[in-house]
């Protein structure tokens, strides 16, 4: 599996980004699709997830209500459409794809990582 993440840039505080993440490799229903966040000096923390359905999702309290999570079959991608950004959502955004079928929020859940992709929100 290969995982190709997207889409990070600078922004206003109050701004939108889309990320992208494009999945190759294996049979993309199959899997769980994540997104992780890791700012300067912290540990990795876990954002938003989505089934391997589609029909459900999970995510972290801090960005419920902005951000959503969203899957395309058709294109092999999976997207955080990120609203009303805070500086405190400046970080290095990796998605993540994990075997199974439900919204997974636990890393070791997660079997592959692309590579990150930063943003950067100013006040």
């Known amino acids: 599996v290969q995982l190709q993440a997207s889409g990070g840039g600078a922004v206003q505080a109050g701004g939108s980004l889309r990320l992208s993440c494009a999945f190759s490799?294996?049979?993309?229903?199959?899997?769980?699709m994540g997104w992780y966040r890791q700012a300067p000096g912290k540990e990795r923390a876990f954002v938003a997830a989505?089934?391997?359905?589609?029909?459900?999702?999970n995510y972290a309290d801090s960005v419920k209500g902005r951000f959503t999570i969203s899957r395309d079959y058709a294109k092999n991608t999976v997207y955080l459409q990120m609203n009303s950004l805070k500086p405190e959502d400046t970080a290095v955004y990796y998605c993540?794809?994990?075997?199974?079928?439900?919204?997974?929020?636990?890393?070791?859940?997660?079997?592959?990582w692309g590579q990150g992709t930063l943003v950067t929100v100013s006040s």
């Open positions: 989505i089934s391997r359905g589609g029909g459900t999702t």
């Open positions: 993540a794809a994990g075997y199974g079928s439900s919204a997974k929020t636990q890393p070791d859940n997660y079997n592959y």
């Open positions: 490799g294996r049979t993309f229903s199959s899997y769980v």
